[in-house]
């Protein structure tokens, strides 16, 4: 069955960096685009960057330039480089398949349990 498992949150001042990441299996991951999202307390959760399965990549506009979202398919994962963290990115992030090899905003309804950002001085 489809799995999603996302690490590497944790606590951050404001202005430093973490690297995300989401083990997938039970798919074939090269051929998905994914995406990751994130929901921050008392809000809906929200796509923050997407790649298909050319790595062609989007993001959200209050992360571009800060964020770059790769994947390794031969390790069936996937990653987000987030750098010149905010206050504002304090959020569960998860990662997400879509139901094909492209960006159609059509996602699969399989989420992992999150990993925790949380940026504070």
């Known amino acids: 069955q489809v799995q999603l498992v996302e690490s590497g949150g944790g606590l951050v001042q404001p202005g430093g960096s973490l690297r995300l990441s989401c083990a997938a299996s039970?798919?074939?991951?090269?051929?998905?685009?994914m995406g990751w999202f994130r929901q921050a307390p008392g809000k809906q959760r929200e796509l923050v960057a997407g790649?298909?399965?050319?790595?062609?990549?989007n993001y959200a506009d209050a992360v571009k330039g800060r964020f770059t979202i790769s994947r390794d398919n031969a390790k069936n994962t996937m990653y987000l480089q987030m750098n010149s963290l905010k206050p504002e990115d304090t959020a569960v992030y998860y990662c997400?398949?879509?139901?094909?090899?492209?960006?159609?905003?059509?996602?699969?309804?399989?989420w992992g349990q999150g990993t925790q950002v949380t940026v504070s001085s």
């Open positions: 997400r398949r879509e139901s094909g090899g492209y960006l159609l905003g059509k996602w699969d309804d399989y």
């Open positions: 039970g798919f074939s991951f090269s051929t998905y685009a």
């Open positions: 790649i298909n399965r050319d790595s062609m990549t």
